[in-house]
């Protein structure tokens, strides 16, 4: 068994990607052996209508077979009327979280509807993905530059909201920094490795969160899923370190009863 | 059998150059990497003056010593120094067991500054890795684009030129060498995004790929998945993971009787 919590379906706005369309992505992700993939929608980065984007997740996911697909809805809270779109995602789709984009939603994560946003997601037992980053800031597009979400403000949040489930993706190292430790030691709080480099990079993580907070996340079809599988070779991971990354933290932060 | 033409001992665990050149192997064992060529040492210096370089290049010396069946060195020269540099080429490739040139931010590569650099290279067989980005938001001043890159290779169409990076932003560096047929590329450095494999080869040539990994800053396991899981045949992916380097550097390790 094998979960990745850092898949998105769609298509890239600044360049093709092998599998934007489902079909192709769930070819691709059993090719792999992946059995369940957490899926954002990119749609969720830049439409405003997040309500028809999220249907359409859920129903891209309801539709393959082969690989369960988990979708994660997208959630703006500068958009009017967010909560409902927290409340479909859960009551009318029933999808055990959302994933949030701070930068290209255009606010800071010290905003109070931050809070509100987390608060809500935690009410209904929701896991929360943050994206940092969805790419390298220095090749985007010169009309469209999205520098990454600051998380400095991020560790106030995580202890003043009990309950919280959250996982942070592609956060490079230079970017998440010293705050991982003290997120990590909240027991609320999970990292992919998608952006994690360097020859010791998913070693360094490990070391730092702990091997139960790392969950494995390739940023596929973006990113070559490989990149996160070789990762675990190249580490030299213990077999109980790479099940606990591939597959078993996934299971605890988000059973299947959910 | 996969030969890696771009890594560093800098952002390795370890105290001394042959700590980090052990720690380096272990983790391209891993992956089946069979040979590195490194350049520069620790910590890295954007600007060296003569005397670092110097230092820099003893670093890589004392690091590939005991590894000369898997490590390749390349000598870290600085067109603001070129002096200094064609000397350092003397010293550690003419004289020395070193087999190539790495060229990286200090100074611009377009100008005739470079030109003693790249011409004593070119002499020796040595092929010359000259890193290259275009940053949305602008390179540092001394820092060369692709297409900077161009300019120094219709002025030296013997020389072995390597575009370090393929420019980073990899569509545009593509663009910009493609028309430069004596220009060779390598994929290190950037992140592992899809695709990037496949335009190079569609618009460059298998043969003017390499593999290179930009270790240890960067991983080689991200590195080497944009060539294994590119959509390419298994012959390209040889001659990207192995051939086309090898053949770049054979004449000057036949002529300096290396077996490889």
Not at chain 1, 23 to 38: D, F, P, Q, S
Not at chain 1, 135 to 156: N, S
Not at chain 2, 168 to 191: M, N, Q, Y
Not at chain 2, 210 to 222: E, I, Q, T, V, Y
Request: charged share 25%.
């Amino acid at each position: 068994m094998s979960v990745d919590t850092n898949i998105s379906v769609g298509h890239w706005p600044f360049r093709h990607l092998p599998a934007a369309e489902p079909a192709a992505l769930v070819k691709a992700l059993a090719k792999y052996g992946v059995t369940e993939a957490w899926v954002g929608s990119f749609e969720g980065l830049l439409h405003k209508d997040l309500a028809g984007v999220n249907a359409r997740l859920a129903d891209i996911c309801r539709g393959q077979t082969g690989v369960r697909l988990v979708p994660f809805g997208s959630v703006n809270p500068r958009w009017p009327d967010w909560h409902d779109d927290v409340r479909r995602c859960a009551e009318e789709h029933r999808m055990p979280g959302i994933r949030v984009h701070p930068n290209y939603h255009g606010y800071k994560l010290t905003d109070p509807l931050f809070a509100k946003l987390l608060s809500l997601a935690t009410e209904r037992k929701m896991v929360v993905q943050l994206v940092v980053q969805m790419e390298d800031v220095r090749t985007q597009h010169p009309l469209i530059i999205v520098p990454p979400v600051d998380l400095k403000p991020l560790a106030g949040f995580v202890t003043k909201t009990p309950g919280l489930r959250l996982q942070i993706l592609n956060a490079p190292i230079d970017v998440a920094g010293e705050l991982i430790v003290p997120l990590a030691r909240s027991g609320q709080v999970y990292f992919d490795f998608a952006m994690h480099e360097g020859v010791r990079g998913l070693g360094r993580l490990r070391d730092q969160v702990g091997p139960e907070r790392a969950l494995f996340g390739s940023h596929f079809p973006l990113f070559h899923w490989q990149a996160a599988a070789l990762k675990i070779r190249e580490t030299g991971l213990s077999d109980a370190d790479a099940r606990a990354i591939m597959s078993t933290n996934a299971r605890a932060l988000l059973p299947l009863s959910s | 059998m996969i030969w890696d033409v771009h890594s560093h001992l800098n952002a390795v665990d370890g105290r001394t150059p042959e700590e980090k050149m052990a720690g380096l192997l272990r983790y391209a064992d891993r992956l089946g990497i069979e040979r590195l060529c490194i350049f520069m040492g620790f910590p890295f210096l954007t600007d060296p003056k003569p005397e670092q370089l110097r230092q820099q290049n003893d670093q890589v010396l004392q690091g590939i010593g005991h590894h000369h069946d898997r490590a390749f060195g390349f000598v870290y020269c600085s067109g603001k120094y070129p002096e200094t540099s064609v000397r350092e080429i003397d010293r550690c490739v003419k004289n020395g067991p070193m087999v190539g040139v790495k060229l990286w931010v200090a100074h611009r590569c377009n100008g005739p500054e470079l030109d003693p650099i790249i011409a004593r290279a070119t002499e020796l067989q040595a092929p010359i890795l000259q890193h290259t980005w275009f940053k949305v938001g602008g390179n540092l001043p001394g820092e060369s684009t692709p297409s900077d890159l161009v300019e120094l290779a219709k002025r030296h169409p013997d020389a072995k030129l390597i575009c370090g990076h393929t420019g980073g932003d990899w569509p545009l560096g593509v663009r910009a060498i493609r028309a430069s047929k004596s220009l060779a590329t390598e994929i290190s450095g950037s992140d592992p995004t899809t695709g990037m494999v496949e335009m190079a080869v569609r618009e460059l040539g298998a043969e003017r790929v390499l593999f290179g990994s930009d270790s240890g800053s960067r991983s080689f396991a991200s590195q080497l998945a944009k060539v294994q899981d590119a959509d390419v045949p298994d012959d390209v992916k040889k001659l990207i993971l192995r051939d086309n380097l090898r053949r770049l550097l054979m004449p000057i390790l036949q002529a300096k009787g290396i077996k490889a």
